[in-house]
């Protein structure tokens, strides 16, 4: 059989910016010639297989097309072959693997509310501090990596510093550092241990100042400001239209936050505020205003961790749930939450039988990652750089 | 030196080998210390070790990182220029290396000491563009050629005001030769030219703020010269891979990395001779002699090579038009200002 490879897009010819053009001695215009160059999926700042193929007129981007998949490991496909509901959360750890936790809990919200199933207080308590513990965890990389993609390489390690104290709390707790299977439906896999409160109390309390260091030596700083003030605007408008979600929209000065606008959990029992892009430096939906959301949300969930430690109840961490989890046939559900990334939706069908017979999700990242070429054309390639970094893309769920 | 030569070898040209090749194994022995340094000083400011495992506080570490350079499989892409892909690490390193020799380190050496000094290091560190465009057009990579073009752009634009700053300094001095420049300032620190040169008092005082100015800029634009963070675009690692070195691997590799750390030395030294001094010592006649003076010499020069390490590792990048505004719009007419004034001053004064 013949195989037939899709051609890749043809290159539009309305570019924001015109192609470079000589004007000779004699009053001639010659047309200068664009390059086509492919960045990634080996590039040191595409945060993974990402391919961009971008079209250059000299450091000027006219055009760029992302290219995804070399990460795909058919996520979708393995939830609905599985044995049971259960072990599909292992894989959902998997699709964003800088914040496994929220991956688990986006799917094992979906699956309780199909099955009507409460979890105790408890529960839903240690689930909101491990969900902001990850989303600092997850903002800490975004940050650092931004910081190299910006060419300052000391911020990146005093984000992992810090990062590295998040790991160890999730390591004393669930024994793994990375993609913990932590959440189980109808509640978590195992009670905090003992030590962990009083741990988490003293993290926070040397989080706080960590913050302030690195928007002093980075976020402020003159160069960094210069680079990414005004860079890769996002407007309003542009971000809906895209479906864009999460701190990138919020950099674009819409106050939308699921954690607030669509609430799950106990979140509605704390005092925070979602950050939104206020362009006190640049206009509001550039690179800086992404970066500084960040900046500020890790500021909010320490605010939530520490009023969760504090009222902290206690009691069981299961509830009473089935053996056999079997959802009502042609049961389906869409539950969205709030991932570091925007919202993470997860659409599953039930047929009755014990394991799932479609999982759909949807990843922040995936559809923040398609404004991309909208907002670098005429942008040059030092900038793309960045522009892609403030995006905060993870390929693992971008391609799933 | 030379007559101390002179009285052990009868032949000139073993003379002039011997001579030519002391800033070689200086280079070397001065690229072990600072990729050290370097490691070190850029592994505390982040908060951690470094090398640690081989030999004490990992001492062996750049010897080791050297051996395996050169143990390297040498590659040369397929489609590659061969011949400029050869050549290119040579004609940078070899550039780098010959301003080494108007250098002076010490009141009796320097490896030629003739009128235009300044003006031969301004030439021949020139030459290290052709190397740099050289590399990157041959690789036959397009993240290469950017960079090579940068680099380019780069260095060419950043020569105008390091060109306008020495001349400052040779207005002041009245000499381009590099060993009178320092002996026009020898005895003590309030006759080096940063802090107005050796003047009467209200003379230098009128002339302190322009020569300050100039050598901050002077500093900024041997940074740039050396395409060190803030200005390390020809090789942004997150933008162009490595640049216009990407292609190479194993000596090839080697000769770029100690024509840059070579060429670090070389800009460092240019400022510690024009404005800090040179070889002669901060405290007058105490200290100061022949050998002294490289010690004097070196220590400044290093001192500065510090500087701009800690500079690297705290900044991040800057884009290719600021790049570009930088030297075009804040350097150069501000260097032209000091220019005037300096010339003013020493008319009329």
């Known amino acids: 059989m013949k195989t037939v490879f899709q051609q890749s897009p043809t290159l539009p010819t309305d570019y924001t910016v015109a192609p470079g053009k000589i004007t000779t001695t004699t009053g001639k215009t010659i047309r200068t010639e664009e390059m086509i160059i492919n960045m990634g999926p080996q590039h040191p700042s595409t945060h993974g297989v990402l391919r961009l193929e971008i079209v250059v007129d000299g450091e000027i981007i006219l055009d760029c097309i992302p290219h995804i998949g070399y990460l795909h490991r058919c996520f979708e496909k393995q939830a609905e072959h599985m044995t049971n509901y259960q072990q599909v959360i292992p894989y959902a750890d998997r699709m964003d693997y800088c914040s496994a936790i929220t991956n688990e809990w986006g799917y094992v919200l979906a699956v309780e509310r199909m099955l009507k199933i409460e979890v105790p207080e408890r529960v839903e308590y240690i689930r909101v501090i491990m969900a902001e513990l990850q989303r600092i965890a997850s903002h800490l990389i975004a940050v650092g990596t931004y910081a190299i993609d910006s060419g300052a390489y000391t911020p990146f390690l005093y984000c992992f510093i810090d990062r590295e104290k998040i790991l160890d709390l999730f390591e004393m707790t669930c024994g793994a550092r990375l993609l913990y299977n932590y959440f189980w439906i109808g509640g978590l896999s195992h009670d905090l241990p003992p030590q962990f409160i009083e741990k988490a109390k003293e993290f926070c309390k040397y989080f706080r100042p960590r913050i302030k260091m690195v928007n002093d030596l980075f976020t402020y700083n003159e160069i960094f400001v210069k680079r990414t003030a005004n860079v890769g605007v996002l407007p309003k408008d542009v971000a809906i239209n895209y479906a864009v979600s999460g701190p990138q929209l919020r950099g674009s000065g819409v106050n939308w936050d699921l954690r607030r606008d669509d609430p799950y959990s106990v979140y509605h029992k704390f005092e925070w505020e979602p950050q939104v892009g206020k362009g006190e430096i640049g206009t509001v939906g550039d690179c800086w205003n992404r970066h500084i959301v960040r900046m500020r949300e890790m500021e909010q969930s320490v605010n939530i961790i520490e009023q969760a430690l504090a009222g902290l109840p206690s009691g069981d961490v299961q509830s009473a749930i089935p053996k056999r989890i079997r959802p009502e046939k042609d049961a389906e559900i869409y539950v969205r939450t709030e991932s570091p990334r925007g919202e993470l939706g997860y659409y599953i069908i039930s047929d009755g039988s014990t394991s799932p017979f479609r999982v759909k999700a949807r990843g922040p990242a995936f559809v923040n990652l398609s404004v991309l070429p909208e907002i670098v054309r005429g942008a040059m390639i030092a900038d793309l750089i960045l522009i892609a970094g403030s995006i905060d893309i993870v390929l693992g769920e971008v391609d799933r | ?349």
């Open chain 2, 1 to 349: 030196m030379v007559e101390f030569l002179q009285n052990i070898f009868t032949n000139d040209i073993v003379i002039t080998v011997l001579l030519s090749a002391i800033p070689l194994v200086f280079i070397i022995a001065y690229v072990l210390v600072v990729l050290y340094t370097e490691m070190k000083i850029s592994a505390h400011i982040q908060d951690r070790l470094a090398y640690m495992i081989t030999g004490w506080h990992g001492v062996l570490q750049p010897i080791a990182d050297m051996v395996k350079l050169l143990l390297k499989e040498d590659i040369i892409p397929e489609r590659a220029d061969r011949l400029l892909f050869r050549l290119a690490p040579y004609i940078t390193f070899a550039a780098t290396y010959a301003t080494y020799a108007v250098i002076p380190f010490s009141s009796i050496y320097i490896g030629a000491n003739i009128q235009l000094g300044a003006f031969f290091i301004l030439a021949s560190s020139s030459l290290v563009v052709i190397g740099i465009l050289m590399a990157g057009w041959s690789s036959n990579n397009k993240w290469s050629l950017i960079g090579g073009l940068r680099s380019a752009a780069q260095m060419i634009s950043y020569e105008i005001p390091t060109a306008l700053a020495i001349i400052i300094a040779v207005v002041i001095t009245g000499s381009m030769n590099l060993q009178d420049v320092t002996i026009f300032q020898d005895g003590g620190i309030q006759n080096w030219l940063i802090f107005g040169g050796p003047f009467p008092l209200t003379k230098k005082l009128l002339l302190l703020p322009f020569t300050i100015i100039t050598f901050i800029i002077l500093f900024i634009a041997s940074i740039a010269e050396v395409n060190r963070t803030p200005f390390d675009l020809p090789e942004a690692e997150s933008e162009l891979v490595q640049g216009f070195f990407t292609e190479y691997s194993g000596l090839r590799f080697a000769m770029f990395y100690l024509s840059e750390y070579a060429n670090l030395f070389v800009v460092s030294a240019v400022v510690v001779s024009l404005f800090l001094g040179g070889w002669s010592s901060p405290f007058g006649s105490f200290m100061s002699g022949p050998v002294w003076g490289i010690f004097w010499f070196v220590t400044k020069s290093y001192l500065l090579v510090m500087l701009q390490i800690w500079i690297r590792w705290t900044l991040p990048r800057i884009r290719v038009d600021q790049l570009m505004h930088v030297s075009w719009k804040v350097l150069t007419p501000w260097l032209f200002v000091c220019l005037l004034a300096v010339g003013g001053i020493l008319v009329m004064v």
